[in-house]
């Protein structure tokens, strides 16, 4: 049984995540596939079901089309009911004017119509963006306990990554002393997680404090913590903002090695099934005769006749005879055809590989992409959704081909060096 | 207004006993089959794809994992104003104290539910054979023909036949004929043309005959109405099935048809077919991906979500959730949901049902075992003992306790209950 009262749920998916590159461009951060048959989004949904919480407003802001058709009626993390529910929550035309959220903090401020009208002791605001698995329930056990006004959670993280963060300096009971956002040379290394709980009351109080205050981090936090009671939650476990391509690919690398820290299965994350391609409605994997797989993970639907190492593969992805993929995450519907080859890369849905194709050619990891020196810099090629591969064709290292390529003639190139994009 | 003009009824009540242990707990409509569905899923999927909407299943034996797996309906989409399954169980009342005494008498007991939705055709099936057939072709054939009851027939080989319901068809068509003579298992078959189990029949005529039938003591479709039937002088016409149909009655065929779903080209493509089941049943949907081990090796076998594979598969099918430990090895076995599998453990040609445990180093048949009837059965919720061996042809009943486990091994066709 639940211990806390009911606590209202409200999920920021607003964010561009544009660091995702081409992942990100047809669809919100939140709704990036992940791990073979999830979106990112479904690990703070299930989250949210699994702490018993069960009325929440989905924040959203960008392209929310794919994100909205992923959460549905919010069946399949139990939301239905007559006392429970999902809603989103788009930005709307406010009394002036069209008003996009600005920050975390304005997006929360415009709805606090919603907040009104639901009820509750506590607003548990989460971002839709991480992997990890949290119970909130005990989190507002201590939110109670602490009598605090606000409580974020946090987690530990290495010195060099604390420069994205939010940081907090804590007294000996765990009380926030000292923010500081994003520092350059960090004091600590106690990150935020973006995990806060807020007593109801407090919260609409301190969004009416001045509506200039658009941000948590930046505004709200560090106000608050000299003039209110403001608590640090500790995370202990797994956790990953993966916000890059390199965390992105490296979190769905956790998921087949051991001993990583992170099961999905095992945490009780769920998918939506009756969203996109319904994946569970697919066929078992069929290994055909030749088939060789080790350390990966294979949705529904998969035929593999060729070879598959170290991998993630979306229902549906077909690895032909002689084919060879390694190191890499292939979304829905990848057709990889006979004697292809691909390293490191991550294949958005329905890209088809040509017979003897290499993607990922070469030992020269170290180039960066030119167009995005930023994204794409550890040898990961991306491959846009729908994109079409010709055959023979060899794609270097830190590559990008573009969502929907579809030249046959490859511009007369036969290969396209580290580094480059199509 | 629009109404669905066919109403589909499932024959789904009946435990088959050459199935023994796999149907001790449910009926042979819901064992399941091919990697992750259910027996029934095949022609409730039929259905679906063939746009009849509204669907009564008749159940008896066991029907809770039936009435389990049918839950809404909605997986199969019939769930809406005029769509929907309704389970039909046996039922008391002022004039009947019988449970279903047969196929007929189930429908026959059910007439009144058949009124109430006032179809031009309906549809029976047996809810327990594995084929893809769009039912209206054959629908558009009987009503083309203006038939009484037109029954489905396929080819098999003449000397297995006397095994089914054989008729005589004449060859007015392509697709199909008058019913010339039908006899149910024959001592010495006529023809090769093997009932299905699928008739279509004219709503008024199926309840004359049924009526009819109740003066009689025996109650079934094939052995007491299709010759009643030919007899009376009705239409009665046969259609010709050319398609896959996988028969699922004895263990050994259970074991063949589920084989026939692996290869390069199977004989059934479950993706194509578009086979559908109850997510919700046994958490399907809940399932990750199949994590496959670093040493992992698998080959021409079907593996669902929630499977580990860390040892060796080779020709098998492995429901969700089974888990093969490293050094583990599976030949030509069919492992339904959550089996484990230890190190050690070696399996061949075994069909094991849901939630049992082959502790370290156990031996199930042999790799080349040449007994007539190979194929070992475990029933569910068993755990094998380390190091127990246990013969080919052998069968194991369900929840087998510790203790009562003989000493080490069972013999080749030995049974354990």
New interface residues.
């Given amino acids: 049984m639940r211990e806390s009262a009911d606590a209202l749920v409200l999920l920021l998916a607003g964010g561009i995540g544009s660091r995702l590159n081409l992942l990100v461009e047809h669809r919100a951060k939140p709704a990036v596939p992940f791990?073979?048959?999830y979106r990112i989004i479904d690990f703070s949904l299930s989250n949210v079901m699994n702490s018993g919480l069960t009325k929440v407003g989905v924040l959203t802001q960008y392209k929310p089309l794919s994100l909205m058709a992923h959460i549905g009626n919010g069946e399949?993390w139990d939301f239905t009911g007559r006392t429970r529910g999902i809603k989103i929550l788009p930005p709307r035309t406010g009394e002036k004017d069209s008003d996009w959220y600005k920050g975390t903090a304005d997006a929360i401020r415009q709805n606090i119509d919603f907040i009104l009208a639901n009820p509750s002791e506590q607003v548990v605001i989460l971002s839709g963006d991480h992997i990890y698995r949290m119970d909130f329930d005990a989190m507002l056990s201590y939110h109670q306990h602490k009598k605090a006004d606000i409580t974020i959670g946090m987690m530990v993280v290495p010195k060099r990554d604390i420069h994205q963060f939010g940081t907090g300096i804590v007294n000996d009971e765990n009380r926030i002393i000292d923010w500081e956002e994003k520092p350059a040379i960090p004091r600590t290394n106690l990150a935020s997680m973006g995990i806060y709980v807020f007593d109801t009351q407090y919260l609409l109080r301190t969004l009416a404090h001045d509506r200039l205050e658009a941000d948590f981090g930046m505004h709200i936090i560090p106000r608050a913590i000299n003039e209110d009671r403001v608590y640090a939650y500790p995370f202990y476990g797994y956790w990953r903002d993966v916000g890059t391509i390199q965390s992105y690919w490296e979190a769905n690398m956790d998921?087949?090695r051991?001993n990583s820290g992170i099961?999905?299965?095992e945490w009780?994350?769920?998918?939506n099934?009756e969203c996109g391609g319904r994946s569970?409605?697919?066929?078992?994997?069929?290994?055909?005769?030749?088939?060789?797989?080790?350390?990966?993970?294979?949705?529904?639907?998969c035929v593999i006749?060729g070879t598959?190492i170290n991998s993630?593969?979306s229902p549906g992805v077909r690895v032909k005879k002689g084919a060879v993929v390694t190191n890499s995450v292939l979304f829905d519907d990848c057709i990889i055809e006979q004697n292809a080859v691909i390293d490191l890369a991550i294949c958005d849905k329905h890209v088809h590989v040509g017979a003897g194709a290499v993607v990922g050619d070469g030992e020269n990891l170290t180039l960066p992409n030119r167009q995005f020196p930023k994204h794409l810099y550890t040898g990961i090629s991306l491959v846009g959704k729908e994109a079409r591969i010709p055959a023979g064709v060899r794609i270097g290292r830190n590559c990008i081909i573009n969502f929907g390529y579809n030249d046959d003639t490859f511009s007369g190139q036969s290969f396209l060096a580290d580094g480059e994009s199509a | 207004m629009y109404r669905p003009s066919t109403l589909a009824m499932i024959l789904a009540g009946g435990r088959v006993d050459e199935l023994g242990v796999l149907t001790h707990y449910r009926p042979k409509s819901a064992v399941p089959f091919?990697?992750?569905a259910r027996v029934i899923d095949f022609p409730l999927s039929n259905l679906l794809h063939s746009g009849i909407e509204r669907i009564a299943i008749l159940s008896q034996y066991r029907s809770y994992s039936l009435i389990n797996h049918i839950g809404t309906g909605a997986a199969w989409d019939m769930i809406g104003r005029n769509r929907g399954i309704s389970i039909l169980p046996p039922f008391k009342d002022y004039e009947n104290p019988h449970w279903y005494r047969g196929s007929a008498d189930a429908v026959y007991q059910n007439l009144d539910y058949i009124r109430y939705y006032g179809p031009s055709v309906i549809l029976i099936l047996s809810g327990d054979h594995i084929y893809q057939m769009d039912y209206r072709e054959m629908i558009r054939y009987h009503s083309e023909h203006d038939a009484d009851l037109t029954a489905a027939f396929i080819e098999v080989p003449l000397d297995s036949a006397a095994r089914f319901g054989v008729a005589e068809i004449a060859d007015d068509c392509s697709e199909g004929g008058r019913m010339l003579s039908y006899e149910e298992k024959p001592a010495a078959p006529k023809s090769n043309w093997a009932s299905l189990t699928v008739f279509c029949f004219r709503p008024a005529v199926l309840s004359e005959v049924l009526k009819k039938n109740q003066e009689n003591t025996s109650y079934e479709f094939g052995r007491d109405i299709i010759p009643m039937m030919m007899q009376q002088n009705y239409k009665v016409h046969g259609y010709k099935f050319r398609g896959y149909w996988g028969y699922t009655r004895t263990i050994d065929e259970y074991w063949q048809t589920s084989m026939d779903l692996?290869?390069?080209a199977?004989k059934i493509?479950?993706?194509s077919w578009?086979?559908?089941?109850n997510?919700a049943h046994r958490n399907?949907?809940?399932?990750?991906?199949?994590?496959?081990?670093?040493?992992?090796?698998?080959?021409?076998?079907?593996?669902?979500?929630?499977c580990i594979v860390e040892g060796t598969?080779r020709n098998s099918?492995?429901f969700p959730g089974v888990h093969v430990m490293a050094g583990a090895e599976i030949n030509d076995s069919v492992l339904f949901f959550d089996n484990i599998v230890h190190p050690g453990a070696r399996l061949n040609r075994v069909v094991s049902d849901v939630n049992t445990v082959f502790n370290r180093d156990v031996r199930v048949g042999a790799p080349k075992c040449e007994q007539l009837h190979r194929v070992s059965v475990i029933g569910w919720n068993n755990s094998v003992p380390e190091g127990f061996r246990i013969g080919c042809g052998c069968t194991v009943a369900p929840r087998i306790s510790a203790e009562k486990w003989p000493d080490k091994i069972l013999d080749d066709g030995e049974e354990l209950k």
């Fill in positions: 791990g073979g048959i399949a998921i087949i051991e099961s999905p299965e009780e994350i769920r998918p099934p569970m409605d697919r066929a078992p994997v069929r290994f055909l005769p030749g088939s060789k797989v080790t350390s990966s993970m294979i949705a529904s639907g006749e598959v993630v593969l | 091919g990697g992750f692996l290869g390069s199977p493509d479950l993706e578009g086979i559908r089941t997510l399907i949907a809940d399932r990750q991906p199949v994590k496959m081990g670093a040493h992992a090796s698998i080959e021409n076998s079907m593996a669902y979500n929630g598969v099918i492995l």
